[in-house]
Antibody
């Protein structure tokens, strides 16, 4: 069965960078995009961007364009999302989700930004 | 960017009664390929979102048939025919016809009266 398992929660200082991983299984990793979605506490869902593991092609939301990098490791079927220059506004749960239809989601990774 | 507007924000429902959530887009979601890429997601408290419906009216595997999606163009509806306790949570619509970006509605919180 399709599974996306994310890395554990992180506590970061303002100005730091965080890298979240999303390990996939149960399907052919290179066949489908991986999307990243942010959810601030008590708020809705916000799309950050997507990566196509087959060729590494990325499309980022304009809001995150200058601070985010999405990568993949096809040897381990894992996707990564790095967010730089963190502020308290980045305190959120970050989700990975499969395909442009977002049909399967990871369990989420809570990133807390606090001094 | 396409703006997705959901209503109501909050929906108190009696167990066993129907519920209906509206989602409106700022422009038509009909893609040039003829498909309409409008999906519905359920997020139970403390859980990840789960897709219920894709391309307006197609239920995902394992989704109870009390959930149904309908609509066209810019107006869409998610209906729950008889609300059960496990349906409590926040429901989001999302479009991917006009991406980037993918855009979500603000969410509708379903709770039991």
């Amino acid at each position: 069965q399709v599974q996306l398992v994310q890395s554990g929660g992180e506590v970061m200082k303002p100005g730091a960078s965080v890298k979240v991983s999303c390990k996939t299984s149960g399907y052919k990793f290179t066949n489908d995009n991986i999307n990243w979605v942010r959810q601030a506490p008590g708020q809705g869902l916000e799309w950050m961007g997507r990566i196509y593991p087959n060729n590494g092609n990325t499309v980022y939301a304009q809001k995150f364009q200058d601070r985010v990098t999405m990568t993949t490791d096809t040897s381990t079927n894992t996707a990564y999302m790095e967010l730089r220059r963190l502020t308290s506004d980045d305190t959120a749960i970050f989700y990975c989700a499969r395909g442009m239809g977002l049909d399967y989601w990871g369990q989420g990774t809570l990133v807390t930004v606090s001094s | 960017d396409v703006v997705m507007t959901q209503s109501p924000l909050s929906l108190p429902v009696t167990l066993g009664q129907p519920a209906s959530i509206s989602c409106r887009s700022s422009q038509s979601l009909v893609h040039s390929d003829g498909n309409t890429y409008l999906s519905w997601f359920q997020q139970r408290p403390g859980q990840s979102p789960r897709r219920l419906i894709y391309r307006v009216s197609n239920r995902d595997s394992g989704v109870p048939d009390r959930f149904s999606g309908s609509g066209s163009g810019t107006d869409f509806t998610l209906k729950i025919s008889r609300v059960e306790a496990e349906d409590v949570g926040v429901y989001y619509c999302m479009q991917r016809t006009h991406w980037p970006p993918l855009t979500f509605g603000g969410g509708t919180k379903v709770e039991i009266k």
